[in-house]
């Protein structure tokens, strides 16, 4: 019998192999965005973070939520470096929400009282983070000198000890769930939605920068 995890996985590979090809992230892995273009992403994934990090901490004692609940894991205050390191100190002022991350945020804001809404924009997320992620930062520290303590802080999980071992018990977790068929089709929808949202916010961060061009 498959395990839901790899359920999941299989069910939503081409959504996430549609936001592996974004346009924006071609340009920014082949080196041809400025420092500034590549600080309005990290701009979105903070006003993202706030939103799912912010739902983690209300959900912290719940029964089901509370197990995709980890404090090590939050994004804020690398973040809050790698946009400090791009913009400066009056970093504050120069970043904002575009309409397709008031989006995103507004879809986990709305399901964050659902737990299998929560696990499932958390999984798109984190899961993501942890893997190819890794492979992002390497190329990003490559192009734009970036090392740690900002920049490209928040690739970092410096309080996850391993982060294969990391995954594997977060899948775990995932096949502890108490789902029926339906409710786990209910999650992988969001998912396919998480990762819909996600890749629109790329979307419009790539027409932003070729309109600069």
């Not at 945020?105 to 997320?125: C, K, L, M, N, S």
């Not at 990003?140 to 982060?163: M, T």
């Not at 929808?189 to 916010?201: C, D, P």
């Amino acid at each position: 019998m498959t395990s839901f995890s790899e359920t999941l996985k299989n069910a939503t590979w081409g959504e996430h192999e549609a936001a592996e090809g974004d346009s924006y992230l071609k340009e920014l892995m082949g080196g041809r965005l400025s420092p500034l273009e590549y600080g309005a992403m990290v701009a979105q994934h903070y006003f993202a973070y706030l939103a799912l990090d912010g739902a983690a901490a209300t959900l912290a004692g719940h029964p089901v939520a509370g197990r995709f609940v980890f404090p090590e894991l939050y994004r804020q205050q690398a973040l809050e470096r790698d946009l400090r390191t791009v913009y400066g100190d009056g970093w504050r002022a120069a970043v904002a929400p575009s309409k397709s991350t008031r989006t995103l945020v507004a879809r986990i804001e709305q399901v964050a009282d659902w737990p299998g809404g929560y696990i499932a924009h958390h999984y798109t997320r984190y899961l993501g983070d942890m893997s190819g992620g890794q492979f992002i930062r390497m190329e990003l520290q490559k192009i734009y000198g970036f090392g740690r303590g900002g920049g490209v802080d928040f690739y970092y999980f410096d309080e996850v000890a391993s982060l294969p071992r990391f995954k594997n018990e977060y899948r775990a977790r995932l096949d502890a769930l108490d789902l029926d068929e339906r409710e786990q089709r209910r999650v992988i929808r969001e998912v396919k939605l998480a990762y819909q949202l996600n890749t629109e916010v790329l979307a419009e961060l790539f027409h932003i920068v070729r309109a600069a061009a």
